[in-house]
């Protein structure tokens, strides 16, 4: 007889056979639903599940895609999403650009990396 803690369907059981030729009952916490995407629901790829401490030790690169919303949204929303930010972003500075000095402008620019997504798209002809 089991112990009474796993008498319930918290923990998830695996027959063995030990050496002596016994079958034994291991029990083991079970593990965390799949990750999906935070917008349509998708199944995430390169998003590794299992219990925290075995997230812990894996390395940044491994526990989720290295690119913004990586490990949030999946790539079909995330492409939606970076368009809609960098034609909201130039919609910004159109109506802005009287206001703002050229330097000032220029600076902008260099600095918002988005802007620099959106102008490869421009180019592109997406
Ligand atoms: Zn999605």
């Not at 290295?66 to 999946?74: D, L, T």
């Not at 000095?101 to 490869?120: D, L, M, T, V």
Request: proline content about 6%; aromatic content about 10%.
């Amino acid at each position: 007889m089991s112990a009474p803690r796993f008498r319930t369907g918290t923990f998830k059981r695996r027959e063995k056979r030990v050496p002596g030729g016994r079958r034994v009952v291991h029990y083991s916490k079970k593990k965390p639903s799949k990750h999906v995407c935070a917008k349509c629901g998708k199944v995430l790829d390169a998003v590794p599940r299992g219990r925290p401490y075995e997230i812990r030790k894996l390395s940044k690169n491994q526990r989720r895609p290295n690119r913004p919303y990586g490990g949030m949204y999946c790539t079909n929303c995330t492409k939606q999403l970076l368009k809609e930010e960098a034609r909201s972003l130039w919609l910004l500075l159109s109506v802005d650009s009287q206001v703002l000095e050229h330097q000032q402008q220029q600076k902008i620019y260099q600095n918002i990396w988005i802007f620099h997504i959106f102008r490869r798209e421009m180019y592109s002809g997406n």
